[in-house]
Nanobody, 124 residues
Framework: QVQLVESGGGSVQPGGSLRLSCAAS????????MAWFRQAPGKEREFVAG????????SYADSAKGRFSISRDNAKNMLYLQMGSLKAEDTAVYYC?????????????????WGQGTQVSVSS
């Protein structure tokens, strides 16, 4: 069965950086649209960034533009999210998600597979 496993979360000070990773197994990763979502306490899950199956096109939420970068390595079945200039409002559980269909979309229900999430905490 398909498994998505996130890693790389942790605690960081404002202005710091983190790199999240998502390891995929059990399916044809190279054909999936991939995305990162996040959910802060008391808030709904929201789209952060997405990337097309070949990695040629990325999309970002306004809150992530200019600070975050999504990428993938299809040879390794890996998805990444490089986060910089982190703010307290970036604190959330970050989820990796896979979509069988194309293209990238911020719609949560469009994604078929989800990881268990990794916590990112930004505070001084």
């Amino acid at each position: 069965q398909v498994q998505l496993v996130e890693s790389g979360g942790g605690s960081v000070q404002p202005g710091g950086s983190l790199r999240l990773s998502c390891a995929a197994s059990g399916g044809t990763f190279s054909t999936w649209t991939m995305a990162w979502f996040r959910q802060a306490p008391g808030k709904e899950r929201e789209f952060v960034a997405g990337v097309t199956w070949a990695g040629g096109r990325q999309s970002y939420a306004d809150s992530a533009k200019g600070r975050f970068s999504i990428s993938r390595d299809n040879a390794k079945n890996m998805l990444y999210l490089q986060m910089g200039s982190l703010k307290a409002e970036d604190t959330a559980v970050y989820y990796c998600a896979a979509r069988i269909l194309r293209p990238t979309t911020p719609t949560i229900n469009a994604y078929n597979y989800w990881g268990q999430g990794t916590q990112v905490s930004v505070s001084s």
